[in-house]
C-alpha cells in the first residue's frame, strides 16, 4: 500500500515571501499522480496542482511550483509571493495510475499561517 | 447546479443511533469515496467504488456501510453511531480516464456523536 508522508504540522511564512512545504510518499508502482490540495476554513477541498510521475518536468502555476524527485520520493510545494489568502491546510496526496487505484491516499497535512 | 453535494452539512446524533450521510455527483463520474478527516490523520479513506453495485473498503471501513445504486449517488450509513465516528466527512468523485486524474469534493458534514 502507499503512504503519504507530511512532517510539518504547521509552518509560517511572512506576507510576498516564500514558503515550501515537504511531502514524501512509499510507492513500488513507477506510474502514478501526485497533488497538492488546499483546504481554505470553508473546509472545502482545492486542487492547487498535480504532477504525473512520468513527466520530468516540474508543474507549475503561477505561483505555486513543485519540485518533484521521483527517485527520492519527494513531492514539495513552494508557495511564492506569498498573500493571506495562502493561509490553509495543505495535503499532499498520491494515485495510482493502474486500473484500480483511483482512491487518493493523503498526507497528513501542513496548516500554513501567512504573517501580515 | 453540476457538481458534488453532500447533505447535511452539519449533524449531531446520538450514540447507538443510525445516521446516513448523502453524496450526490452530477458528472456521471465511475468512480466515488467517502473519507473522513481527523486532525493528525489528514483524510482516510472509508470506502470507495468503482462504479454502480461495486463497492470496496478503503483503510477505515468498521462501523460504516455503503451501497450505490445508482452512478450518482453514494451514500454512506454509520448502522450504531459511535464517539470516535465524530469527525468531518468528505465525499469525492474522479473519472475513470486518465486525463481527468483530479478528484472533486463535496463540501463535507461534520458529525457529532454524543
Known amino acids: 500500500a502507499q503512504t503519504v508522508t507530511q512532517s510539518q504540522p504547521e509552518m509560517s511564512v511572512q506576507e510576498a515571501e516564500t514558503v515550501t512545504l515537504s511531502c514524501t510518499y512509499d510507492t513500488s508502482e513507477s506510474d502514478y499522480y501526485l497533488f497538492w490540495y488546499k483546504q481554505p476554513p470553508s473546509r472545502q477541498m482545492i486542487l492547487v496542482i498535480r504532477?504525473?510521475?512520468?513527466?520530468?518536468q516540474n508543474a507549475t502555476e503561477n505561483r505555486f511550483s513543485v519540485n518533484f524527485q521521483k527517485a527520492a520520493k519527494s513531492f514539495s510545494l513552494k508557495i511564492s509571493d506569498s498573500q493571506l489568502g495562502d493561509a490553509a491546510m495543505y495535503f499532499c496526496?498520491?494515485?495510482?495510475?493502474?486500473?484500480?487505484?483511483?482512491?487518493?491516499?493523503f498526507g497528513e497535512g501542513t496548516q500554513l499561517t501567512v504573517n501580515p | 447546479d453540476a457538481g458534488i453535494t453532500q447533505s447535511p452539512r452539519y449533524k449531531i446524533t446520538e450514540t447507538g443511533r443510525q445516521v446516513t450521510l448523502m453524496c450526490h455527483q452530477t458528472?456521471?463520474?465511475?468512480?466515488m469515496f467517502w473519507y473522513r478527516q481527523d486532525l493528525g490523520h489528514g483524510l482516510r479513506l472509508i470506502y470507495y467504488s468503482a462504479a454502480a453495485d461495486i463497492t470496496d473498503k478503503g483503510e477505515v471501513p468498521d462501523g460504516y456501510v455503503v451501497s450505490r445504486s445508482k452512478t450518482e449517488n453514494f451514500p454512506l450509513t454509520l448502522e450504531s453511531a459511535t464517539r470516535s465516528q465524530t469527525s468531518v466527512y468528505f465525499c469525492a468523485s474522479t473519472g475513470r480516464d486518465y486525463v481527468n486524474t483530479e478528484a472533486f469534493f463535496g463540501q463535507g458534514t461534520r458529525l457529532t456523536v454524543v
Open positions: 496526496a498520491y494515485r495510482s495510475a493502474g486500473t484500480s487505484g483511483s482512491r487518493l491516499t
Open positions: 458528472w456521471s463520474h465511475s468512480y
Open positions: 504532477q504525473e510521475a512520468y513527466k520530468q
